[in-house]
Nanobody, 128 residues
Framework: EVQLVESGGGLVQAGGSLRLSCAAS????????IAWFRQAPGKDREGVSC????????YYKLSVKGRFTISADNAKRMVYLQMNTLKPEDTGVYYC?????????????????????WGQGTQVTVSS
């Protein structure tokens, strides 16, 4: 059974940093892509970033590029999202998700595929 457990969310002032962690179990880690999504109140869920664990390929939503960094520790079965220079518009519930591939980059923006496995989410609140 695929399990994804997020941690690291919290309340931070604008300009601050947080690091989210996703612990994965129940599947062959190197065969999957792991993504971070977020959902703000009243808005659709959106893909923020993704990493292909076999070759460390990365994908980023345009609005977070240069501020967020996704990484993976295959030995620990962990994926991280380092978030710097946070803005109030980054507020939302952040979810870790797993599937066979990330999706596509188009016009320097990330368009995720339909992910089949999800964690429970962790709240990130950025105050102005």
């Amino acid at each position: 059974e695929v399990q994804l457990v997020e941690s690291g969310g919290g309340l931070v002032q604008a300009g601050g940093s947080l690091r989210l962690s996703c612990a994965a179990s129940g599947f062959t880690f190197d065969d999957y892509a792991i993504a971070w999504f977020r959902q703000a109140p009243g808005k659709d869920r959106e893909g923020v970033s993704c990493i292909t664990t076999d070759d460390a390929g990365t994908y980023y939503k345009l609005s977070v590029k240069g501020r967020f960094t996704i990484s993976a520790d295959n030995a620990k079965r962990m994926v991280y999202l380092q978030m710097n220079t946070l803005k109030p518009e980054d507020t939302g519930v952040y979810y870790c998700a797993a599937d066979r591939r990330c999706g596509v980059m188009y016009n320097d923006n990330y368009y995720p595929t339909d992910f089949g496995s999800w964690g429970q989410g962790t709240q990130v609140t950025v105050s102005s």
